[in-house]
T-cell receptor, first 115, second 114 residues
Framework: NAGVTQTPKFRVLKTGQSMTLLCAQD?????MYWYRQDPGMGLRLIHY???????AKGEVPDGYNVSRLKKQNFLLGLESAAPSQTSVYFC??????????????FGQGTRLTVV | AQSVTQLGSHVSVSEGALVLLRCNYS??????LFWYVQYPNQGLQLLLK??????LVKGINGFEAEFKKSETSFHLTKPSAHMSDAAEYFC????????????FGKGTKLSVKP
């Protein structure tokens, strides 16, 4: 059981380049999330999705786009990378729970450096 | 706005000593609270969660946390630290009105000395 898988694990981009981070989950979860982790900042929510075909902005959405064409996949795109987007990116997923107390399962992270 | 505050970005204890990692939250209604652990170069793993069923919550690896509404706290403890506990620990709360979106504290890095 793979859980949440992120690809790639590492990437170096030049300023202005674009890329897509892929997240795949095999737990049939409705909800998926993209967070970024920066030293001393904890994790901050970029975008999230509550189901196939839906996306919504989180706390720090600027400079990112997302798509959820299939329930198991959640893509994070950077159209024109900037050094401020150097970070570790985590994807997470959780099952539907109207109470909000459901556990989020995290991927291993993607370490992105923009030079 | 909701927030989570973790006191102490770094905590160092000796092996066998008590571990206490502090977390305070801001919320006008009982929140859903979580503690996650992150080992080096890995993703986050759930340690335990508070869901209002009991104020003392037991988690994995011998950790537990006590929800204290009067103090708006959810501190994480372990009676005896082990070298394998060295990691970064995050307290998180579900954003009110969201579909499970988490607000994280800034994290506390735990070091364990032999």
């Amino acid at each position: 059981n793979a859980g949440v898988t992120q690809t790639p694990k590492f990437r170096v981009l030049k300023t202005g380049q674009s890329m897509t981070l892929l997240c795949a989950q095999d737990m049939n979860h409705e909800y998926m999330y993209w967070y970024r982790q920066d030293p001393g900042m904890g994790l901050r929510l970029i975008h999230y999705s509550v189901g196939e075909g839906t996306t919504a902005k989180g706390e720090v959405p600027d400079g990112y786009n997302v798509s959820r064409l299939k329930k198991q996949n959640f893509l994070l795109g950077l159209e024109s990378a900037a050094p401020s987007q150097t970070s570790v990116y985590f994807c997470a997923s959780s099952y539907l729970n109207t109470g909000g107390n459901t556990e989020a399962f995290f991927g291993q992270g993607t370490r992105l450096t923009v030079v | 706005a909701q927030s989570v505050t973790q006191l102490g970005s770094h905590v160092s204890v000796s092996e066998g000593a008590l571990v206490l990692l502090r977390c305070n939250y801001s919320s006008s209604v009982p929140p859903y609270l979580f503690w996650y652990v992150q080992y080096p170069n890995q993703g986050l793993q759930l340690l335990l969660k508070y869901t209002s069923a009991a104020t003392l919550v037991k988690g994995i690896n011998g950790f537990e946390a006590e929800f204290k509404k009067s103090e708006t706290s959810f501190h994480l403890t372990k009676p005896s630290a082990h070298m394998s506990d060295a990691a970064e620990y995050f307290c998180a709360v579900v954003r009110r009105g969201s579909q499970g979106n988490l607000i994280f504290g800034k994290g506390t890095k735990l070091s364990v000395k032999p």
